[in-house]
């Protein structure tokens, strides 16, 4: 019972949906009943270990009403997902032809996070029936764990979202967070809030806190005077210079860390400098400059958003110590460690102790109730702080000296970090500087703020790279379909190239650029899709999309403008005719609305399948006067018949008659080489270099 067989990971588009989805056979058994209410205490037990369930449309409810199991089993994969961290909906089921067996499918976010959590259902759902215990919570935070480890960052995610809502094509490059966003000639890398014209040079000078304020200071932007130290006692020489308090931190840093600010004795100046140096050797010691700590947000020639930080801290209830107080605070589930979340852990380091001291307290004090706490004196998120955004607040001069900063930096993307008394006055005004300028900024504090509202951070970063609504795609030829799609893949692509366009190519025998076989073997799987979309010299993919490859791994892309759908496809041992002719139209709902599908008239499915499909059809045909040919183009429709042994392209009455005659070519016969001229006409090749094409 509950016996999982083969999984598939559709990552593409598929029979299913256009999210990635998990596919999978379960096996029943022959237990009692599919139902839970035949099992009398199924309902309850997991009513009692997961509260949250039932947010998707009562389902709890439809349990109640005799849901099968299998449907349990594929709400609880979801459910454990959200649990997670993921955010996943689609899920569906239905019985195979053998008794007690289904088919059961459920939407992934990352394919990782999605198996754990079916793993975990398994087991749940098992334990339930069976009325074993199951440690729910120690499980879930199993996964959550594994969620924050290999999902995309708070900012990537902004990023990605942003992106997707653009139509913007989308893929994560390793790893991490670096995404590849668009394809070929069009594409744009970003890595969280670096892009690929943040430039080596920008960024040096950012992790350098001297030059960047000695350049600061040269266009007129108020920084703090400072200089680097060598040795505790020098700092202590420089901050009597300077004039107490002052700041210490590593002159090459990043995230707060080794940073101490409003240093008032020589104990905390040497305590500072030993933290710092433990981050680098390099030490700087500036003024220290009284005001809020606040981030301006710069993307291209504007600030799009602006926090206030408050440092890392805890409230005294008259009965917890600090230590317990910080627990308590790093409960939250949205605080984790580094940066995987919208918050960071707070942690009783040497500069939080060296804080604590100051204010008279260790880890075991307890601080009467109401009594706030600082265990930083700077309010990085990194080092547990809080942050409310004050984007509305901001004076336009304030805006357009950390727009000069970014500019003398030469970051695209920055983040200023201010500190200033009042954020709605110019800051020569008050004394006010721009402390530092960091490249590849956080964007979790606007994103998801402690107060105020969150700002579009992720769309602005997307607008800086593709202005004026543009969706980074280059045209996609979608061939599927008959024992000659790769023979006619070549073909389109060799009429592409002879139009003058790079084109990238991948069918069964090969990937190519522009004739150039760039990878051996059957490349008409998704991985071989993605790499021609990953050439930033590709002008125009034509990719072979074979009915099994998208049955047992989805497809490569999620549009195309040419979808072509040669004839009914050969058989296959584990798929039946219907599951091939829904690969075959999940090849066609992916045409754009301003596309074209491609479709053999004289193949009996093809009505049905046009339907799938939100763009124009263009019909080929070897016969000139086929019924749904004329009765296509008696509405304006476009089409291309052979007459006489020559092609010709029609649209509605209209017709230009190519002079050369078709022949098979490289293998493939005459329908073949139709459906190829179809497609390369429908791409908008001309007719003049169709005929050219057939004579070459």
């Known amino acids: 019972m509950l016996d999982i067989g083969s999984i598939r990971t559709l990552r593409g588009p598929n029979i299913w949906a256009e999210c990635p989805v998990l596919e999978l056979t379960l096996d029943l058994g022959e237990a009692p009943g599919d139902a839970p209410g035949q099992h009398p205490d199924l309902l309850e037990r997991l009513a009692s270990w997961l509260s949250t369930l039932g947010e998707r449309g009562d389902f709890l409810a439809r349990l109640g009403q005799g849901a099968g199991l299998a449907d349990t089993l594929a709400e609880l994969v979801l459910e454990l997902q959200t649990l997670a961290g993921s955010r996943v909906a689609f899920r569906q089921t239905s019985p195979t032809a053998t008794p007690g067996q289904y088919r059961v ?35 879930i935070g199993h996964l959550r764990a594994l969620c924050q480890d290999v999902h995309l960052g708070p900012s990537t995610t902004a990023i990605a979202r942003a992106a997707r809502a653009r139509g913007i094509p989308v893929r994560r490059l390793g790893q991490d967070n670096l995404l590849l966003l668009g394809h070929g000639v069009h594409q744009r890398r970003v890595w969280t809030a670096e892009t690929d014209r943040t430039g080596a040079i920008a960024e040096a000078i950012a992790q350098d806190k001297d030059l ?38 590593p002159r090459f840093g990043n995230h707060g860390r080794g940073i101490s600010a409003d240093l008032r004795s020589q104990e905390r100046v040497e305590q500072a400098f030993a933290a710092a140096r433990a981050e680098g050797p390099e030490i700087l010691c500036e003024q220290h400059i009284e005001g809020a700590d606040h981030r301006l ?105 950390a727009v000069d900063a970014a500019r003398v930096v030469g970051l695209d993307i920055a983040g200023v970090d201010i500190l200033a008394k009042d954020i709605g006055r110019p800051l020569e005004a008050q004394g006010g500087a721009v402390v530092e300028v960091n490249a590849g900024p956080g964007l979790r504090m606007h994103l998801e703020p402690s107060a105020g509202a969150p700002r579009p951070v992720g769309e602005a970063i997307v607008e800086l790279l593709f202005p004026a609504g543009a969706d980074g795609r280059i045209p996609v030829v979608a061939v599927t379909g008959g024992g000659e799609a790769t023979a006619v893949t070549g073909l389109v692509a060799r009429m592409l190239h002879r139009h003058g366009l790079r084109v990238g190519l991948t069918h069964r025998e090969g990937r190519y650029l522009d004739g150039r076989r760039v990878g051996d073997g059957d490349c008409a799987a998704p991985d071989a899709a993605c790499a021609v979309f990953l050439n930033p010299l590709v002008e125009v993919a034509v990719l072979e999309a074979p009915p099994a490859e998208v049955l047992s791994r989805g497809l490569g892309f999620d549009r195309c403008r040419v979808g072509v759908v040669l004839g009914a496809p050969g058989a296959l041992d584990d798929a039946d005719a219907d599951d091939l002719t829904r690969a075959q139209a999940c090849v066609l709902a992916t045409v754009a609305a301003d596309g074209v599908a491609v479709l053999n008239a004289e193949d009996p499915r093809s009505a049905a399948l046009a339907a799938h499909c939100g763009g124009s059809v263009l019909w080929f045909a070897l016969d000139p006067d086929h019924p749904g040919v004329r009765a296509h183009r008696d509405l304006g429709g476009r089409a291309l018949v052979l007459r006489d042994g020559r092609p010709v392209l029609a649209e509605g009455a209209a017709e230009v008659v190519l002079p050369e005659p078709i022949t098979p070519i490289d293998g493939c016969p005459p329908r073949g080489v139709l459906a190829a001229l179809a497609a390369a006409w429908a791409l908008g090749v001309p007719a003049a270099t169709l005929a050219e094409a057939l004579r070459g």
């Not at 108020?222 to 700041?247: F, H, I, K, N, Y």
């Not at 408050?310 to 605070?329: F, K």
């Not at 880890?363 to 942050?387: E, K, Q, Y």
Request: proline share 6%; charged share 20%.
């Open 105 to 139: 499918v459920c939407e992934y976010d990352e394919a990782a996070v999605g198996l754990a959590c079916l793993d975990s259902a398994r087991a749940l759902l098992a334990a339930a029936l069976n009325g074993d215990p199951f440690e729910v919570a120690a499980e």
């Open 297 to 401: 947000l710069v993307v291209g020639e504007r600030v799009v958003a602006a926090a206030l930080r408050e440092p890392a801290q805890v409230e005294g209830d008259g009965v917890a110590n600090i230590l317990e107080l910080v627990d308590r605070v790093n409960g939250d589930p949205r605080r984790s460690e580094g940066h995987a979340t919208v918050l960071s852990l707070i942690k009783l380091d040497a500069i939080g102790l060296a804080v604590l001291a100051e204010q008279g307290y260790s880890p075991d004090s307890i601080p009467a109730a109401g009594a706030r706490v600082l265990i930083r004196n700077t309010a990085n998120l990194s080092t547990g702080g809080t942050a409310a955004d004050i984007t509305d607040r901001v004076h336009p001069e304030v805006a357009a000296r």
């Open 212 to 249: 960047t304020r000695l350049l600061l200071s040269a266009i007129g932007v108020p920084v703090p005077q400072g200089r680097p130290v060598a040795s505790a006692e020098e700092a202590w020489d420089t901050a009597q210079a300077l004039g107490l308090p002052v700041v210490i931190k």
